[in-house]
């Protein structure tokens, strides 16, 4: 292998010994001596750092002192310009006339300058000598001689020149002026770059001035903002409140171009998890400004709007969480057994009892109890789901107006029954929540202050001093809106009897003495329990305060409000029998985690290597001693119930964690007596029964951290397998290092694939997906056929491991590294089989020591066990990755269901939650689908965390995901609809964020589809999660859910949906179709819909008598045409479904017409033949399509 860089560092640096004898040994001076080469002085020498900044000192005072001088020249000539004006008589040689531009250039450059100062010279001696005199007798002057003697006298090249005069001064800056209109020369040129300079400087001048300006005006536009957001009476705005509206401008604004979209998510802002943190005035305006200084004038104005939009935003959070606190305290005061909980039904009950009781004006702000989001989807009979006509909101709609207009009751009326208008505006309203937050925080109920009149309300909205109250409180009630939203998840455990607990915890003490590090541990690593599980019969405290938000809806006053929390003080009752009933349900709930944390400590106290499995045959002989053998029966009838429900693990004689509690509770279930008592007997048996010295539970912890790493791994990737390999191979070299003499070992995983490029070559091959990084170019997306040389398939048809502890001696060893030399190749081999939870093999792990030159590199027994224990996690996280990718793709299906069928709908966004590391963590969502209003689908391959702290705009995420119910609310001027997609245990496992625009409720048809799709994705969504449990087989209702896995996701869907038409068809009878046939000329969609049924199961009728006339046509409706439709299968291969002969009949029928026409059978006719094309459809894509790879990519590490 390569050196370490620190190891080449210090090889290099013995080539250059430092100066200085004193600090050589005499060893190292005779091997200097020796050498060829001098020893040379040290490029980090003293002398050189002295010497080269003195050098600089020097350059430096040289190159001032040259600054200096040409300062004062220049300083000099500028005085002299001053003093001395220039003769402007040499402007006479500037003209237009290029062709003798060189020539002028060259006389006053070359020859004028001399010339000139000779010339007066020489007037100056002819004046002198009165050379001109008409009187005077000629003289010998030569003024030619002069001249020439002159001029050679005064040389440029040999002579200093004289102080020029005003008329030469003039002539060199005409000069200078002419070179710069002589192209091609450096003056010229010079010129232009300094004309071009002093443009861009004038132009960057100008631009600074403008964006100044602009600056300021957009300081002056925040400021203004700002103002009309204050409500704090310090005049101090929250940063968390800023950062969300910066932070939903993106998504907000649809027409922001990409690259400003790009440079504002690379923005990162700082996460503010605390509403303290406020700033004034100049630090908003500062902090916006920063964050949109790149925006353009339009987008600036579109920025502010969020700002404004959420300020609102902010307030109406604020009045809302008034009233969940008003509804917690309501929680408290009915929770009568201090359990936690409050029975559901009579929850239900109570609202409709109050909704009926309520006026009509006001049930329009209240959501109705019989519809969902209020009852589930699940509660909902099928044929309100599939009707058409019978749309219970419409009728109630009409209803209202056929009231108020036979009645003749005007809406005064009506609202002088009501204690506030509920159609107010909402300073109103505002004012009213701060009156009673301000008695709240007083400490005064409502009894206590007797209540708020409609007076009063009057009296406190005529009330001068308003505006400061108003501040006040939203600055007390914004702290009290940090701490509740973060604790009201947690406080249904604070909520639960102390007797229960104690009783709880004295149990584990008594049980778990010897188990209590190792449960310490397993709970350290649990997640956060901040999400609440949905329960049919119960309710907790977070989610009978969102229920109740959620029946108030957001325009309700407070007084009505009041009203409805005095309404369920007065009529929720509980009978003592209830009370226990709940109690002992609480009970049972805390005695059962905290056996089922018991259970699982003994387990890893067991598993001390890691393995993941215990052997059947070891537990059942340990067993067999307890109590001497008296319950050898007991254990043998327990045994037996196990192979029954678990046959594939008793098959291969291995117990899971799961099986384990579930066989040491049927071993306890056939024992007599307590059965607390009686586990806790046997668990004190099974725990003295095996003893670990402490460096062996020291080595098994520290194992378990690194299997724990690779779930949390699969867990928040992002539904990615490149963490998942990344954590495998990590913990292998971890464990390699520490526990395995540091060995140095190559490790590879290979899935099995279908071999359709080559079936003669075998049935199945595989692929090796991931290997680590030196390994990498030679055993990367490499492909192993049953033909050729290795042990990997026999370790896939024994299921067993498979240990060659020399490869070189084997002889059956394939090798992928073909360079290197056969002397070289030696080492041990092990090949692990990847079992999913049916114990079926899906593919291998392999490690090898090849790389490690040291004799003993063959692995241990316990490293053996160690890497079974990695082979069992990395099986868990891909399928737990398989099974998101499989929830992800019926999501698509569902959206693609719902697009063409709901237009109102603007957005739908699909998150998917991922737990915290340990419990300390909160839980984060993470952006996978986005689907917008044309139908395009956005599938994010790289999905960015959310945070709960980062936006309080999208808090209304997390409290849907904490209370796993339905939450509507308004963000930035848009309705959303937040519905959890829930596991099996009940709680959200991702969240549908539904946004519908400016309109508050969706009109009725698009409801009940968005219903629809709700509802079959959560079966589809349960049915998906059912097939990675080890105790249950999937059910498979289609011939077409018989291929792979991965692609029976996207059928799941669309099957939900057959079987619920079909059990709508079946509910019809001769009577159901009596309107229908009692059509002589039937509407052309009932036709056609008809028709269309009749094609699906006889192609050859088209055109026939039989489907054209309406006579014979309507004879067919029978129940024998029932039977068919519940019994046929469209994705079976007998099935012979013509697309095309069908969509003719239906495609020209929009879904409208056939809702508003009224016709129930009609309806479901059209909805199963759609869905039958549906399916159809992905059935013949399905064949046409290659298999894919189990594998989502190859990877290297």
């Not at 702290?479 to 406080?491: D, I, N, T, Y």
């Not at 059209?1166 to 399509?1185: D, F, G």
Request: net charge negative; with cysteine.
């Amino acid at each position: 292998m390569a050196a370490q860089p620190e190891e080449a560092a210090q090889t290099a640096g013995l080539k250059h010994p430092k100066l200085g004898g004193k600090n050589m040994s005499a060893t190292e001076m005779k091997r200097n001596q020796g050498n060829d080469e001098l020893p040379c002085l040290s490029n980090y020498a003293p002398w050189k750092e002295c010497f080269y900044e003195k050098v600089q000192q020097r350059c430096l005072r040289l190159q001032e002192t040259k600054v200096k001088t040409m300062h004062a020249q220049k300083a000099k000539e500028e005085k002299v310009k001053k003093r001395e004006l220039c003769d402007w008589l040499s402007k006479e040689w500037f003209s237009e006339e290029k062709e003798s531009l060189g020539t002028r250039i060259y006389l006053l450059d070359k020859l004028l300058p001399t010339l000139i100062p000779g010339v007066e010279k020489l007037l100056m001696e002819v004046e002198r000598k009165n050379v001109l005199a008409p009187d005077k007798e000629p003289t010998k002057f030569n003024p030619i001689g002069f001249l020439g003697e002159y001029l050679m006298r005064h040389n440029p090249q040999y002579s200093i020149s004289t102080k020029p005069g005003p008329y030469l001064r003039g002539m060199k800056m005409v000069v200078e002026e002419l070179k710069t209109e002589m192209p091609g020369t450096t003056s010229e040129r010079l010129a232009r770059m300094k004309a071009e300079a002093k443009n861009k400087r004038k132009d960057r001048e100008q631009v600074d001035n403008m964006t100044s300006q602009v600056k300021e005006m957009r300081k002056e536009a925040l400021a203004i903002q700002f103002k009309e957001s204050t409500v704090d009476v310090s005049g101090r705005i929250p940063v968390a409140q800023v950062q969300s509206a910066l932070r939903s401008f993106p998504d907000v604004i649809a027409s922001i171009p990409i690259d400003v979209r790009k440079a504002i998510c690379d923005r990162k802002l700082e996460i503010v998890d605390t509403l303290e943190k406020k700033e004034n005035i100049d630090e908003f305006t500062e902090y916006v400004h920063s964050y949109a200084e790149h925006l353009s004038n339009d987008m600036f104005q579109e920025i502010l709007k969020p700002l404004c939009q959420c300020a609102d935003d902010f307030q109406e959070a604020i009045r809302h969480d008034m009233w969940r606190q008003m509804f917690t305290d309501l929680f408290l005061h009915c929770d009568y057994g201090k359990v936690g909980l409050l029975d559901r039904q009579k929850i239900l009950a109570l609202l409709v009892d109050f909704y009926d009781r309520s006026p009509v004006i006001a049930k329009r702000g209240f959501c109705n109890p019989r519809q969902w989001p209020i009852i589930e989807l699940q509660e909902i009979e099928l044929a309100d789901l599939w009707g058409g006509l019978d749309d219970q909101e419409v009728c109630e709609e009409l209803s209202e107006k056929l009231v108020l207009s036979q009645t003749g009751i005007s809406e005064g009326e009506i609202l002088a029954y009501e204690p506030v208008d509920d159609n107010r505006q909402g300073p109103y309203r505002m004012r009213t929540g701060v009156r009673e937050g301000l008695f709240e925080q007083m400490g005064m109920s409502e009894a206590e202050t007797g209540g708020i009149s409609k007076e009063e309300n009057q009296a406190a909205e005529s009330s001068d001093a308003k505006d400061a109250p108003v501040a006040e409180v939203v600055k007390e009630t914004a702290a009290r809106k940090e701490s509740f939203s973060r604790q009201h998840g947690s406080q249904f455990s604070q909520q639960t009897s102390s007797a229960t607990r104690l009783q709880d915890e004295d149990l584990l003490q008594d049980q778990g003495k010897d188990l209590r590090p190792i449960m310490a541990e397993i709970q350290n690593c649990w997640a956060s329990h901040t999400r609440s599980a949905f329960d049919e019969s119960y309710l907790n405290l977070p989610q009978f305060v969102q229920l109740m938000e959620t029946f108030v809806g957001a325009d309700i006053s407070l007084p009505t409000v009041k009203r409805l929390i005095a309404f369920i003080k007065e009529e929720y009752k509980q009978t003592e029998e209830e009370k226990m009933e709940q109690l002992e349900k609480v009970h049972r709930i805390s005695r059962l985690a905290q056996r089922k944390l018991l259970l699982e400590a003994l387990f890893e106290k067991w598993d001390n290597n890691a393995s993941g499995f215990l052997d059947l045959e070891e537990v059942d002989a340990v067993l067999s001693t307890f109590k001497e053998g008296m319950e050898k029966e007991a254990l043998r009838k327990a045994k037996k119930h196990l192979c029954s429900r678990y046959p594939q693990l008793s098959r291969v004689g291995k117990l899971s964690p799961k099986a384990f509690q579930t066989f040491l509770e049927l071993v306890v279930s056939e024992f007599t007596g307590n059965e607390d008592e009686a586990i806790g007997n046997l668990v004190e048996f099974l725990t003295t029964s095996v003893e670990r010295s402490r460096m062996k539970r020291l080595q098994s912890l520290t194992r378990r951290k690194w299997l724990h790493n690779i779930q949390q791994a699969a867990e928040t990737s992002g539904a990615s397998m490149e963490p998942v390999y990344k954590a495998v191979f990590k913990a292998l070299s971890q464990d390699a290092e520490a526990h395995g003499d540091n060995k140095k070992i190559s490790a590879y995983i290979a899935l099995l694939e279908e071999n359709q490029l080559s079936p003669e070559r075998g049935q199945i091959l595989l692929h090796y997906v991931a290997c680590t990084a030196d390994d990498a170019p030679y055993v990367l997306n490499q492909i192993l056929y049953r033909d050729m040389k290795g042990i990997s398939f026999a370790a896939v048809e024994e299921g067993k491991p498979v240990h060659v502890p020399r490869v070189q001696l084997h002889g059956n060893i394939h090798f992928w590294n073909y360079d290197r030399p056969v002397e070289e190749r030696k080492g041990s081999l092990l090949v692990l089989p990847l079992h999913d939870a049916r114990w079926r093999v899906f593919g291998i792990l392999g490690l090898d020591t090849l790389r490690d030159q040291c004799e003993k590199t063959i692995f241990l027994t316990h490293e053996i066990s160690f890497y079974q224990g990695v082979s069992h996690a990395f099986s868990r996280a891909y399928h737990h990755i398989c099974t998101l990718e499989n929830v992800l793709q019926m999501t698509v299906t569902a959206l693609d269901w719902l697009y063409p069928r709901a237009p109102s709908i603007h957005t739908v966004i699909m998150y998917l939650v991922e737990p915290g590391k340990d419990k300390t963590w909160d839980y984060t969502l993470r952006k996978m689908i986005t689907t917008d209003s044309t139908g395009q689908k956005e599938i994010h391959s790289s999905p960015v965390p959310l945070l709960r702290q980062e936006d309080l705009l999208r808090d209304y995420l997390f409290k849907c995901i904490d209370s796993s119910e339905v939450v509507r609310t308004s963000v930035c001027g848009e309705y959303h609809i937040a519905v959890p997609l829930r596991d099996l245990s009940g709680q959200a496992l991702g969240i549908f964020d539904i946004s519908i625009g400016h309109h508050q409720k969706l009109p009725p048809r698009e409801h009940k589809d968005l219903q629809k799709m709700l509802k079959m994705a959560q079966a589809a969504c349960s049915e998906i999660l059912k097939m990675s449990l080890e105790e249950t087989e999937p059910t498979y209702v289609l011939e077409a859910e018989h291929v792979a896995n991965l692609r029976h996701a996207g059928i799941l869907f669309h099957r939900f949906m057959l079987q619920d038409l079909r059990e709508c068809v079946q509910k019809l009878d001769a009577e159901s179709f009596a309107e229908i046939k009692s059509y002589v000329e039937p509407p052309a969609l009932v036709h056609n819909i008809v028709k269309a049924v009749l094609l699906l199961f006889h192609p050859n009728w088209k055109g026939s008598e039989k489907t054209e006339n309406w006579s014979q046509c309507k004879l067919k409706l029978d129940d024998n045409l029932i039977q068919e439709i519940y019994c046929f299968d469209p994705t079976a291969a007998s099935a012979q479904v013509q697309a095309e002969l069908l969509l003719d009949c239906i495609t020209g029928v929009p879904r409208a017409a056939v809702w508003q026409q009224g016709s129930v059978p009609a309806e479901y006719l059209y909805h199963w033949v759609h869905t039958c094309l549906s399916l159809a459809e992905i059935t013949r894509s399905l064949h046409s399509k290659k298999t894919p790879s189990l594998a989502p990519f190859g990877a290297q590490f």
